[in-house]
């Protein structure tokens, strides 16, 4: 029970930072859209976001592992008691999906490390921005080395980790249209329909990371639903209500892809049989949570001295 509770825990806080930057795009875009949709998209969104993707993607991504089940049997096998064969399988598939899903996260890190715009914490990291051009020649290298490894224990291993690489890379250009439709969303004149057609498609790319990123965790789906949905109802609470606060916390998103890249180590390591205790993923997400959550709040802190200090000055 105490392994179960620290697995939903960890689940719960990694969804809820991972899906930072949804929120804030959200709420910016609820801001420019009726009450009618704006209802529309928080209850059929939330719906949409928690049962159906972060829902029906766990197991999506175990049948692919095990196709010998039809998706009915694996739904079936995962709620009944009888869940031997369902154990068994994945035990068998555990390296495929923790390569796969660990390549897929450990890039999704770099690409931010790389490319993105950022609040720069470390000086590295704007070290690292500067030289973006790297990031394919770093890319390319870590995936052959990685399949190179790979094919010392199993060829399907190799081709597991050049299918997360392939899903990196397709959802990444989804992720980067969406944020270009971002300035047009908050153009009044834009439909509301189009609005909430956008918005779900960015969802559907954000659950995504915290679904695969949820296999570091655990290999139960049960337990993945259970905490990825409250950590998705959580982010929808943040949404509506304190979004204002929550942008104010600078350094958040460091903090999830710093969670997101270790969280790929650990799965990769996992993959070539490196036995990890069960609660180094939730600690890992925990103590980087607290790290990067007080450099914000200390942040915060300057910046209202700042403006005190100023305002006396006056």
Partial sequence: MLEIIIVIIGLTLFEIISSIDNAVVNAHVLATMTD???RFFLIWGMLIAVFLLRGVLPFLIVWIANPHFSFIELFHFTFSGDSKQIEESLAESKAYLLVGGG???????????????????????H???????WFYAITSIFFTVIVYISLKFDPFLAFAASIGTTAFFITDGFKKNAEEKEKELLDPNMSGWSKVFYLEVLDA??????????????????LILIGNGIGAFVVREVTVRGINWISKYAYLKNGAMYSIGMLGAIMILESFGEEIPFWIAPLNTVILLVIFLFLSWKEIKMAEKLAAEGKGSV
């Fill in 205 to 222: 790319s954000f659950s995504i990371d915290g679904v695969i990123g949820a296999f570091a965790f655990t290999m139960s789906v049960p």
């Fill in 36 to 38: 009618r949709f704006r």
């Fill in 127 to 133: 070290f690292i921005h500067r030289h973006s051009v």
């Fill in 103 to 125: 390549m897929y996260l450990f890039l999704v890190f770099l690409a931010w490390l790389f490319l993105e715009e950022k609040k720069y914490t470390f000086l590295v990291e």
